[in-house]
């Protein structure tokens, strides 16, 4: 392909991303493609001849477009919010054309330093201290695979120059709430601590990490000879967006030299917004805190934000430095392959950078109080309705509800199969998608409100086919 060519069909795929956003409403938000469906529409073999891609188009309409869900539709009420705003599409495109390696600042200066200042301004952005160094890594399991490293280095007094973990006298141990996200066991499997040192702590009626728990189960290791390491605060949980007690979690922390991870995957980006901030008092004693604006800020999958307090910790921890990567400017200049794990690094930075010049610290605020406003019109519905149960806070976007029908009253198994029948029936209807899920053995449906074009008028669809659904239609 020359740059002709690249040109004519540039344009025209900008032209279909353009007319897809803006007819997203008219497709069913949840693929309703069976497994193989899209496969069996492909050759088994790889063309031998160039094909060139003049009918890439038609393809993407006939085969691909079947097996998509549609994250950015304003439907889409599952999982968690994953907007792709239009000035990230640009950023990751110029990113692609510019096929730059970020590896080290000479590599090319611009992906360090452009870095350096859109993750400042998104420090400044939630309100964190200048203590707040922030790094951008792929996703919040990458970076939280990070800080229990840096946290068992930390513990162990940098065990990796010796014998790691075998030969560490006394185990280490990692605690977070039962309902945490599954990246917090991942990492702490893939860091060498091992399930057997994982304590995942019982949660309150509002599903929040037990003090009380915590402390005993901190003692108890204590007591049987091991070594408490990390402690991973929750501020939005998976399921319901439950609040750790950060504030005395940060005091337990300092009381038994625990290193302390605060995971805002999701819930992050809402502390754009000052009046959200009570949401993690505590969050200055962290070692460490993730938060992807991947989801709920709108910059588009992968790119999470990582902040630690001692970056040359983590420098230590991550660090390799072999002769051929070394440069004349490696005393004056921050190499960014050393905060992270891969070695390549991509030019992720201009999503962030993009998103914030285009819409502004206000328009972002903007975005994310009319979605708290519409979850809390949501629940103030579901309170409302007989016959509707709300199964946790609304402490953000996330609205946990459950149908009980009187005939069905305490009978749980009952209830899990009327639930998900009503979950089918909206996903399969294609208007909107949302999420079924079990809470503390109970079954329930999630609605999580954030897709850059949901309006109030989507949410209300959703209650009224909600409502319908329960009687069948």
Avoid at 50 to 66: C, F, H, K, N, Q
Avoid at 162 to 179: F, H, I, K, N, T
Avoid at 361 to 371: F, P, T, Y
Wanted: glycine content about 8%.
């Amino acid at each position: 392909m020359d740059t002709h060519e690249f040109r004519r069909l540039g344009h025209d795929l900008i032209e279909w991303i353009a007319a897809y956003r803006e007819g997203i409403e008219g497709y069913p938000v949840m693929s309703p493609a069976q497994p193989g469906d899209i496969s069996r529409q492909l050759p088994r073999t790889p063309p031998l001849k160039p094909e060139g891609l003049e009918a890439i188009l038609g393809d993407l309409d006939r085969i691909v477009m079947s097996g998509i869900t549609h994250w950015n539709h304003p439907g889409f009420f599952a999982y968690f919010p994953s907007n792709s705003s239009l000035s990230s599409v640009l950023a990751d495109l110029v990113c692609a054309g510019l096929g730059s390696q970020g590896m080290s600042w000479q590599t090319s200066p611009a992906a360090t330093e452009v870095e350096d200042v859109v993750m400042d301004w998104l420090r400044q952005m939630l309100g964190l201290s200048e203590a707040f160094t922030g790094v951008i890594q792929d996703t919040a399991s990458t970076a939280t695979f990070c800080a229990l490293l840096c946290a068992r280095e930390r513990t162990s007094a940098f065990s990796q120059n010796r014998g790691g973990l075998q030969a560490e006298a006394v185990p280490l141990m990692v605690y977070a709430s039962d309902q945490g996200h599954s990246s917090i066991p991942k990492a702490a499997l893939l860091a060498g601590f091992g399930k057997d040192h994982l304590r995942l702590i019982p949660t309150d009626a509002d599903h929040a990490l037990r003090l009380d728990l915590l402390e005993a189960a901190i003692q108890a290791d204590l007591a049987a000879g091991r070594k408490p390491c990390a402690l991973v605060a929750a501020i939005g949980t998976t399921a319901t967006t439950a609040m750790d007690p950060l504030w005395a979690m940060a005091v337990l922390a300092q009381k038994y030299g625990l290193w302390l991870h605060v995971d805002a995957a999701m819930a992050g980006t809402a502390m754009i917004c000052p009046e959200c901030r009570s949401l993690w008092n505590g969050v200055e004693a962290a070692d460490s805190l993730v938060l992807n604006p991947h989801k709920w800020m709108g910059t588009g999958f992968d790119l999470t934000a990582y902040f630690v307090r001692d970056p040359e910790h983590l420098i230590r921890v991550m660090g390799t430095n072999p002769s051929y990567l070394h440069t004349a400017q490696d005393g004056e200049v921050r190499n960014l392959r050393d905060w992270g794990i891969p070695l390549g690094r991509r030019f992720r930075a201009l999503k962030l950078w993009f998103l914030i010049r285009d819409q502004g610290v206000e328009g972002l605020q903007a975005r994310i109080r009319r979605d708290l406003a519409n979850a809390q019109w949501l629940k103030e519905q579901v309170d409302a309705a007989p016959g509707w149960e709300r199964m946790a806070p609304v402490a953000l976007q996330t609205v946990c509800i459950r149908h009980v029908p009187d005939t069905l009253r305490g009978d749980e198994a009952a209830l899990k199969t009327h639930n998900l029948a009503i979950a089918e029936r909206i996903n399969h209807a294609g208007r909107s998608y949302l999420t079924p899920s079990v809470l503390k053995g109970q079954q329930m449906i999630r609605v999580s409100i954030g897709a850059e074009a949901t309006e109030r008028k989507h949410v209300e669809a959703l209650w009224a086919d909600l409502q319908a659904a329960t009687l069948g239609r």
